[in-house]
């Protein structure tokens, strides 16, 4: 692969990075944040929950095990804005790979850049926070802050889906939904109807429980979903929220949510399950966090490096939510025991 194309990342407090050209060659415009993740780039990429995101790997090499099959990947398509790395890899080597990463990028038009500093951002992004930036080349564009757009709206998928056929009946509440959490219902025989973000649940014939799924963006703006929960919760509904879930539940109970100053992206956040000794090494991907946990509820999971909220479980009611995500592809398998946790009280 010939790139002799330089582009540019600007950053909102005046800094600009030189870097080369990979993928796409148009500007795009996001918020800048860091992963810090070692493997499952294309996991990470096709998540929905980065959607409206500039993201810079920490992992110095990108690009040496190709893309997959669109099968393992977590949504349709790259959900990413654009993507800086510091050693771009286009001879991949492995046995799923279908073809290099620029190859896929420059399909799916996202923007990339390989700039050798890339553990001075993140340091930059650690100390001052993650902050507005743009990829430009030859034509500029203005600075766009994602959080201001509802972004769920943008990617929860519009039509009803199941799967499955289980004598239990989940409805899943798609924000942003990740595959793997669906497939980790459905072997555990659970019958999965997967709906949009402002779908009216309570349309449907019957269902046992609600799974409110991962996404991206402001928790605050997705005021539909909300208001799904929130009468749920009235109802007495057996309710799972994962990520953006664990949020939006918060929010729905009477809580409330912040941002937090650079964000939890990575494989490997640690979160001590509350009143054990017990601590389960997480993948994360948000950038806002529980703030007030709302009244009947009490702290599931804490975050053993911030001592952020990482879930909340009510004291009496089937009511709960973790900010990790259980279902983990990539990352570690240790709590998917979660699934089966909730599924008890279904």
């Given at each position: 692969?010939?790139?002799n194309t330089l582009g540019k990342l600007v950053l909102s407090d005046g800094l600009e990075f030189s870097g080369k050209s990979f993928g796409y060659k148009a500007p795009v415009a996001g918020e800048v944040v860091f992963a810090t993740g070692m493997v499952g780039y294309p996991q990470a990429f096709t998540d929905p929950s980065f959607a409206g995101q500039i993201l810079v790997m920490t992992?110095?090499?990108i690009g040496n095990y190709g893309v997959p099959h669109k099968k393992d990947w977590e949504s349709e398509k790259i959900q990413i804005s654009g993507l800086i790395v510091s050693s771009y890899n286009d001879t991949p080597s492995h046995a799923k790979s279908i073809m290099p990463l620029h190859t896929w990028l420059k399909q799916q038009k996202i923007p990339s850049l390989e700039i050798k500093d890339t553990r001075f951002i993140t340091q930059l992004l650690r100390d001052k926070g993650a902050m507005l930036g743009k990829i430009i080349f030859d034509k500029d564009i203005p600075f766009h802050d994602p959080n201001e757009d509802n972004l769920v709206a943008s990617v929860s998928q519009k039509n009803v889906e199941e799967m499955g056929n289980g004598k239990k009946t989940i409805v899943?509440?798609?924000?942003?939904?990740k595959k793997n959490i669906?497939?980790?219902?459905?072997?555990?025989?659970?019958?999965?109807?997967?709906?949009?973000?402002?779908?009216?649940?309570f349309s449907l014939k019957k269902f046992d429980g609600i799974i409110i799924s991962n996404g991206p963006g402001n928790p605050k703006m997705a005021d539909k979903t909300i208001m799904t929960v929130k009468k749920a919760l009235n109802s007495h509904i057996p309710t799972f929220g994962i990520c953006l879930g664990n949020q939006i539940l918060t929010l729905a109970a009477g809580g409330d949510t912040y941002k937090l100053k650079f964000g939890h992206r990575s494989q490997n956040q640690p979160c001590a399950l509350e009143g054990t000794e017990k601590c389960f090494i997480t993948t994360?991907?948000?950038?806002?966090?529980?703030g007030k946990i709302p009244t009947g509820f009490k702290p599931w999971f804490v975050n053993a490096n911030d001592n952020t909220n990482e879930g909340i479980i009510h004291n009496t009611l089937p009511f709960m939510s973790v900010q990790f995500h259980p279902e983990a592809t990539p990352g570690p398998t240790d709590t998917e025991w979660l699934f089966d946790y909730f599924l008890k009280y279904v």
């Amino acid at each position: 692969m010939k790139q002799n194309t330089l582009g540019k990342l600007v950053l909102s407090d005046g800094l600009e990075f030189s870097g080369k050209s990979f993928g796409y060659k148009a500007p795009v415009a996001g918020e800048v944040v860091f992963a810090t993740g070692m493997v499952g780039y294309p996991q990470a990429f096709t998540d929905p929950s980065f959607a409206g995101q500039i993201l810079v790997m920490t992992y110095p090499l990108i690009g040496n095990y190709g893309v997959p099959h669109k099968k393992d990947w977590e949504s349709e398509k790259i959900q990413i804005s654009g993507l800086i790395v510091s050693s771009y890899n286009d001879t991949p080597s492995h046995a799923k790979s279908i073809m290099p990463l620029h190859t896929w990028l420059k399909q799916q038009k996202i923007p990339s850049l390989e700039i050798k500093d890339t553990r001075f951002i993140t340091q930059l992004l650690r100390d001052k926070g993650a902050m507005l930036g743009k990829i430009i080349f030859d034509k500029d564009i203005p600075f766009h802050d994602p959080n201001e757009d509802n972004l769920v709206a943008s990617v929860s998928q519009k039509n009803v889906e199941e799967m499955g056929n289980g004598k239990k009946t989940i409805v899943l509440i798609d924000c942003g939904v990740k595959k793997n959490i669906a497939e980790c219902l459905v072997k555990r025989d659970v019958r999965v109807i997967t709906v949009p973000w402002d779908f009216d649940i309570f349309s449907l014939k019957k269902f046992d429980g609600i799974i409110i799924s991962n996404g991206p963006g402001n928790p605050k703006m997705a005021d539909k979903t909300i208001m799904t929960v929130k009468k749920a919760l009235n109802s007495h509904i057996p309710t799972f929220g994962i990520c953006l879930g664990n949020q939006i539940l918060t929010l729905a109970a009477g809580g409330d949510t912040y941002k937090l100053k650079f964000g939890h992206r990575s494989q490997n956040q640690p979160c001590a399950l509350e009143g054990t000794e017990k601590c389960f090494i997480t993948t994360q991907n948000h950038g806002f966090a529980v703030g007030k946990i709302p009244t009947g509820f009490k702290p599931w999971f804490v975050n053993a490096n911030d001592n952020t909220n990482e879930g909340i479980i009510h004291n009496t009611l089937p009511f709960m939510s973790v900010q990790f995500h259980p279902e983990a592809t990539p990352g570690p398998t240790d709590t998917e025991w979660l699934f089966d946790y909730f599924l008890k009280y279904v």
